[in-house]
């Protein structure tokens, strides 16, 4: 009976030493991965609240330190990143977010700076700012549409008077442009989101559609 009870003892003190080094296998792993975290990730600096401070000063550490034109040959050249592909699938979702963003700005003319920025806005989020950087071509898609706009904006209709003929014919333009502006908005962004890898841009069209009118 005695030889049994101390079998039973020991087979408990292995089982308990066992499920003890898992543990701290654990704790380990979980140490050295917040670790290699802690050493990608620039952590959001505290914000000093004061007259002429700005939140938004930084850049957004959700990009892994990749701004401008890095953050999107990142995208649309992965091999030459140094991030893994989990990384740089990490920040495709939150890229498709600043892009709409971007896109009316440079689609509405907002923060024009100089000829060398050209390809560049900065895109405010609630963690810091993100800098976005678009082929010339791109460019020239977004001017485009915006001369569009600017030709709508320029189709004046006498909406409190009695409809006339000319009206008429100026509502149905009106229609008829802004029908080629939504056409040219969502060409645009599928063939951003093909370039970028984007899963998921059902609704980058319409939010940019929204923010533009």
């Known amino acids: 009976m005695l030889a049994i009870l101390l079998a039973i003892t020991t087979i408990i003190g292995i089982v308990l030493v066992v499920l003890l080094l898992f543990v701290l296998g654990k704790l380990n792993w979980l140490e050295n991965a917040t670790n290699s975290m ?55 979702p939150r890229y498709s977010i600043v892009l709409v963003k971007a896109l009316s700005k440079f689609i509405l003319g907002e923060d024009n700076e100089e000829e060398y920025l050209r390809n560049i806005r900065t895109v405010k989020t609630t963690r810091g700012k993100i800098d976005i950087w678009l082929p010339s071509k791109v460019i020239d898609s977004c001017e485009n549409i915006s001369s569009k706009i600017s030709e709508l904006e320029n189709i004046n209709v006498n909406e409190k008077a009695e409809e006339t003929e000319r009206d008429i014919d100026l509502v149905e333009a009106k229609k008829e442009l802004t029908k080629i502006i939504e056409q040219d908005i969502e060409t645009l962004i599928n063939d951003l989101v093909k370039k970028t890898k984007i899963k998921y841009n059902n609704e980058m069209s319409s939010d940019l559609l929204k923010i533009i009118f």
Request: hydrophobic letters at 25%; one cysteine or more.
């Open 38 to 92: 802690l050493e990608k990730i620039d952590v959001f600096p505290a914000t000093k609240i004061g007259i002429g401070s700005d939140q938004n000063d930084e850049t957004d550490p959700y990009f892994y330190g990749l701004t401008g034109k890095k953050l999107w040959n990142c995208l649309t050249e992965p091999d030459d990143s140094d991030l893994s592909p989990q990384e740089i699938d990490e920040i495709r």
